[in-house]
Nanobody, 122 residues
């Protein structure tokens, strides 16, 4: 089995910072793309940032220059550093990873974390 566990969410004032972490565990053979998504109340889940195994990153326009995604391949962990937070960033943040594992016969599939709440007060 493979599991993704997020941490680092919380309540912060506008202009503040938070750092999210997502650690993958289990019978992992390799991890390809890792990413962060968010879902605000009444809205669809949206992509925030993704990073390849080689370290190439992409961001949605609304977070460019404020958020930074990184990963530690040795720890199977992806991070999201969020600076200059705005009330519009309030959402549940989920990580997703495309993982090859023994459980799926080494074919790649997407795994999701359980989500962590980020609330930005004005």
């Amino acid at each position: 089995q493979v599991h993704l566990v997020e941490s680092g969410g919380g309540l912060v004032q506008a202009g503040g910072s938070l750092r999210l972490s997502c650690a993958a565990s289990g019978s992992i053979f390799s991890i390809n793309t890792m990413g962060w998504y968010r879902q605000a109340p009444g809205k669809q889940r949206e992509l925030v940032a993704v990073i390849t195994s080689g370290g190439s990153a992409n961001y949605t326009d609304s977070v460019k220059g404020r958020f930074s995604i990184s990963r530690d391949n040795a720890k199977n962990t992806v991070y999201l550093q969020m600076n200059s937070l705005e009330p519009e960033d309030t959402a549940v943040y989920y990580c997703k990873a495309k993982i090859r594992s023994a459980a799926t016969g080494f074919s790649a599939r997407d795994y999701w974390g359980q989500g962590t709440q980020v609330t930005v007060s004005s």
